[in-house]
């Protein structure tokens, strides 16, 4: 089965593409503004630097120009990324080790320009308005600083932008906490009798679910009481005239001739049966009730059970703490399944083990095929019966859980066993079975 889309993923993965998406935004404005900051920023510089330079050649003389255009070299004409030119009427005059040696513009002109090779020049007329000064910077220099400056804001940003996502989806995974405790509470709640009460909500906006679940479960639990109701009432109209028919019955085996008492005789078992039947749908429909819990004798219970053919191996001191009506009900129909399996011989042995009552019936009938054991087990943990099983299971499952464990059927190498587990009644102040 494909798996559902999660709300926790999907706000996060909204979450984590919204804070990059903002980190990628932020660095391409903050490279923008870099950009032209850094220009802005290096023009000034080479503004700064032109007057500067050019009152130092302006006061040597032409035999010191050579040796102040060496001692200006000396200082920032040798940086990598600058340079300058003086060029006068002639021509080129000087330039620094890194300049061409073609005037970067083949005019004089005043203020910035744009020469070939990337350069970005500063042209500053001296004092004698014959020489020009060009004072310039490649653009590698510039493209270098802001680069520096945009991938530090875009390294920041990023980093702001996943601790953001981190921080985002720890938060959600908070907020949505409360709908995991829902999933818990909902789990433990239960409308029938006994009733268990669902949570309180702990988030406003999950009140209208709290409230929808809760009115679903009262409709539920009036549904369920109507339906047995009607069930118990149905169950009471058939015991009566069933009574009356197996005393006719009986009336008439005994008045019979001969030749008719085994046909009456099997149909007093039939109605025997039927009987038994009513009884466990009385005691079923009744379970939704509080347990009449009690010490019962094993043996003496049993005792008064119909078991006719099997024979029966119990423990004499076997004592058992449940209510007497729904295991009478569940017994009587795994011994009647017992009975139309073949079996000749019952053995019913109970121990207490990890909190629970265990009473086991392992009888010699013809048991069932492994295929057909293993898909009766899971029909009894999924409590899904109908059309899987009869109503022997069924209804011995469902006496099992109103004690608060359920039945199992523990493979045996040959017959058929059922396992009935009961937990020990809550309330009672000392256990009521012996240890």
Known sequence: MKALPTIRSRLTGLLVAVALAWGLGVSAAVWLAVTSEVDELLDETLQAAAPVLGRLL????GADLTEAAAAIGEGAGQHEHFAWQLVGPGGLLLRSARAPAQPWLPLPVTGFADAAAGWRVYALPLADGRRTLYVAQTR???????????WAAVWSALAIA???AWWLQRRVRRELQPLDDLALALARYEPLPPATALAAPTR???QPVHDAIEALGERLARRVANERAFSAHSAHALRTPLAGIDLQLAVAEREAPPALQPRLARAREAVTRLTRVVAALLALFRSGAELQRRPIHLASLLARLPHEPLQLQVGADDVVDAD????SAALINLLDNAVRHGAGTLQVTWQARDGLQRLRLHDDGRGAPPERRAELARALADQAYEGRMGLGLMLADLVARAHGGELTLPEVAQGFAAELS?????SAATPAVPT
């Open 140 to 150: 590698d220099e510039r493209r270098e600083a802001a680069a520096e400056i945009a």
């Open 422 to 426: 009961l937990a020990p009644d809550p």
């Open 58 to 61: 302006s006061l040597a003389d």
């Open 162 to 164: 996943l601790l953001s």
């Open 204 to 206: 406003r906006e999950l």
């Open 324 to 327: 007497e009506d729904l295991l």
